[in-house]
């Protein structure tokens, strides 16, 4: 069994989080704090999503990777190895942007059959 994938959580990209915090939350969800004011997790059950501010993706990332994400949702894929889950990319695969975040993740933007997506190792 390969367990290069931990999981993958929704990620939406948003200038303001507030508005769409409070419509999640009035349908149910309930927070998963990260101590971050710009990013905030939710639970229902088994599902999660995460919403993040365009100002924090941009504390990471240049504004112009940033840019094409706002107002998306994309897979935010949590992986054991950055270069392991790289090496299994398609060739067709480009990688955007690979940085070292404030919140302790090597992350990598992609985009691959005009599909955007994260992968995200958890740094020790």
Known sequence: MDDQVLR???????PDIQPVLRQ?????????EDGHPGCVGLRAGKTYIILVSVAL??????PKTVAPLVGSTIPY????????????????????EEAKTGEGTLEAIVIQHGQFMILAEKLE
């Open 8 to 14: 993958v959580s929704p990620l939406m990209v948003l």
């Open 57 to 62: 993706m941009e504390g990471d990332f240049r």
């Open 24 to 32: 999640y939350l009035a349908l149910g969800f309930e927070r998963v």
């Open 77 to 96: 894929i949590h992986v054991r190895s950055l270069a392991a889950a790289k090496d299994r990319l398609e060739s067709s695969a480009i990688i955007i």
